[in-house]
């Protein structure tokens, strides 16, 4: 039985208030989390494979960024669509209450914290590469047209705004017509959004200027935090200025550890770059909602808690 809040029940203040106010904690990976638990997210589900086999996986992996600071739970939803359920036999009724879980599994931790502070849920929407699983969401320029995108994302986007987050996460978006698309998407929905874009140096990762890139949410009222995820940090240290400058909005930065990812070892080399005083930067530089992507588990969260709401 779905337990997700009506429009009325969302987390008050709501985001948008917050951010007006100060600095926000967002998680860290989902990834990392649920296989550091030991389950394997081998499967082109990825962790949205746990939504149908092991929700209560998904809960404790909520509940353990919370318990460190976070103030934002992004829920496993990033690779869960319509289509990729229906290549594993799951019929849209029954995806569409996956999706609804996705929050409800965020929503249950967030009560299960029992914190002093507002604790609110973000409904991931991944890219459409996402859905193909061959890395494509790194790359963009799928062949598709606008348009094309935007049904695509339509339909997985009215099923999570119906199960009632604080706000959309339109994340890891890797070039600007799959941002237009996202952001058509968007319209009408009655839920806030943020907008963060995969980006490689001063470009999205299909070689558009980042500028351009942020100017697109600058335009939409329905956006309440522009900027990057899942980069490295010193990515993000250029962006999160920019963002800033472009659009006027707070800006939103979680990215990767630093680690880079060997796809022939299937294992991450490298030392993390993540450090705190990353984190003190990019809130001078405009940030609002801070955290982790890829390889940023529940103790970097934690640091980045204490350096936030130390000053």
Known sequence: ????????????????????????????????????????????????????????????????????????????????????????????????????????????????????????????????????????????????TVSELERFHRPRME????????????????????????????????????????VAGDRTRAGQPLEEAFAQAARADEVIAVGVNCCTPEDADHAVALAARTTGKPVVVYPNSGETWDAGARDWTGRPTFTTERVTGWRESGARLIGGCCRVGPETIASIARTLRSS
Do not use: C, K
């Not at 070039?175 to 806030?192: H, I, K």
């Open 159 to 198: 099923a999570l705004a119906a199960a009632g987050p604080d706000v959309l996460a339109l994340e890891t978006v890797p070039d600007t017509d799959e941002a237009q698309a996202l952001l058509r998407a968007l319209r009408g929905l009655g839920v806030p959004a943020w907008l963060s874009y995969s």
């Open 1 to 144: 039985m779905s337990t997700s809040p009506s429009l009325a029940e969302r987390t008050s203040p709501s985001l948008a208030d917050a951010l007006a106010a100060g600095t926000v904690v967002l998680d860290g990976g989902m990834s990392n989390q649920l296989a550091t638990a030991g389950h394997d997210l081998s499967d082109e589900l990825w962790s949205a494979r746990l939504l149908a086999e092991d929700p209560e996986a998904v809960t404790e992996a909520h509940l353990a960024y919370f318990t460190a600071g976070a103030d934002v739970a992004i829920t496993a939803s990033y690779q869960a669509t319509f289509e990729g359920f229906a290549r594993r036999g799951i019929g849209r009724t029954e995806a569409a209450g996956l999706l609804t879980l996705s929050v409800d599994r965020a929503r249950e931790a967030a009560r299960r914290a029992r914190a002093s502070r507002p604790l609110w849920v973000a409904a991931s929407v991944g890219p459409y590469g996402a859905m193909l699983a061959d890395g494509s969401e790194y790359r963009g320029r799928y062949g598709l």
